[in-house]
Nanobody, 125 residues
Framework: QVKLVESGGGSVQAGGSLKLSCAAS????????MGWFRQAPGKERVGVAD???????RYTDSVRGRFTISVDHAENTLYLQINSLKVEDTATYYC???????????????????WGQGTQVTVSS
């Protein structure tokens, strides 16, 4: 069955970097739309980026230029490189997949069919 396992979160100072990973099994990441979402304490979950089956990435405005989403097909893993971290980036980060040919986009989390358990990112000033 489909399984997504995130890792790479941690506590960092503002201005630092992290690389989040999402190991996928039960499907090929290249056959799905893959996305990253985050949920800050007391706030709704929001999408930050996705990468389409053709490899084209999309980002929400608040992270464009600082976040990079990528896929390693050999490792069947989704990544999110986060640079120039800000305190407001503090959240639990989730990866998600839209498999079976379904359309999906980071701004519509209901389109994603499978979710990981999340990894915590905490940024201090």
């Amino acid at each position: 069955q489909v399984k997504l396992v995130e890792s790479g979160g941690g506590s960092v100072q503002a201005g630092g970097s992290l690389k989040l990973s999402c190991a996928a099994s039960g499907f090929r990441v290249g056959d799905a739309v893959m996305g990253w979402f985050r949920q800050a304490p007391g706030k709704e979950r929001v999408g930050v980026a996705d990468i389409e089956r053709n490899g084209v990435p999309r980002y929400t405005d608040s992270v464009r230029g600082r976040f990079t989403i990528s896929v390693d097909h050999a490792e069947n893993t989704l990544y999110l490189q986060i640079n120039s971290l800000k305190v407001e980036d503090t959240a639990t980060y989730y990866c998600a997949a839209a498999v079976d040919g379904a359309a999906a986009a980071y701004y519509a989390d209901y389109m994603f069919t499978d979710w990981g358990q999340g990894t915590q990112v905490t940024v201090s000033s």
